[in-house]
């Protein structure tokens, strides 16, 4: 995000996390329209903006249809002229968004994304869907194997057996860089660390021992 500041122009990268319950969203979602909003969250170099985000139910179009919003609110107690990069990455289904926009941002100003249904978000068969420039850059052993001319290579997939979901969750969220280093358990910690042993993660490998 940039924005001007008096005479000047700042770039501030902001970054913010937000963890909701299934079971909670599973109970708002029995409501026509809900809204759940994270804390106001403040940047250091702008002492008169803040921002916060939210995942909201509204029914937004002519067909009178429910929509699934993903809500990034900035909120300047000033006029600041702002070009912003705005970025979502959902793992729960594998969703990644980007938006930009240049704006005269005068009062609390709200960047929807449109999701899908509440039931998609929580996928049942337990499928990770990575980017291919990801998975091949994190492990060379994955590059292989879509490399390779075999079936992962056709289909694009690569089928894991031989560790539990979770596990392989931690480490794909990883190479997103998303981590949950403080959520795992001893026997968890020491399944991570096997995995990324056999499919050479070696930024996780290290990643463990800090």
């Known amino acids: 995000m940039s924005c001007s500041k008096l005479s000047t122009t700042e770039k501030i990268p902001i970054s913010v996390r ?47 249809q429910r929509s699934l919003l993903i809500t990034l609110v900035l909120k300047p107690k000033r006029e600041l002229n702002m070009t912003y990069i705005y970025k979502i990455i959902l793992p729960s289904f594998n969703f990644v968004s980007e938006h930009k926009g240049s704006k005269l941002v005068i009062s609390e100003h709200y960047v929807h994304t449109r999701l899908r249904k509440m039931d998609e978000l929580f996928d049942p068969t337990k499928k990770w869907f990575a980017h291919r420039v990801v998975v091949e850059s994190k492990s060379p052993e994955w590059k292989e194997m879509i490399q390779s001319g075999l079936k992962e290579s056709e289909d694009g997939k690569i089928a894991i057996d031989d560790f539990d979901f979770k596990i392989v969750e931690i480490a794909l969220k990883f190479c997103y860089g998303i981590e949950e280093k403080h959520l795992w358990s001893i026997d968890s910690a020491i399944e991570v660390l096997e995995f990324a042993d056999k499919y050479d993660l070696n930024d996780l490998k290290v990643r463990f021992f800090y």
């Open 18 to 64: 937000m963890k909701t319950p299934k079971e909670k969203l599973l109970i708002e979602n029995q409501k026509d329209e809900w809204q759940i909003y994270s804390e106001d969250f403040y940047v250091k170099e702008l002492p008169d903006f803040s921002y916060c985000v939210g995942i909201s139910s509204q029914f937004v179009n002519a067909e009178n």
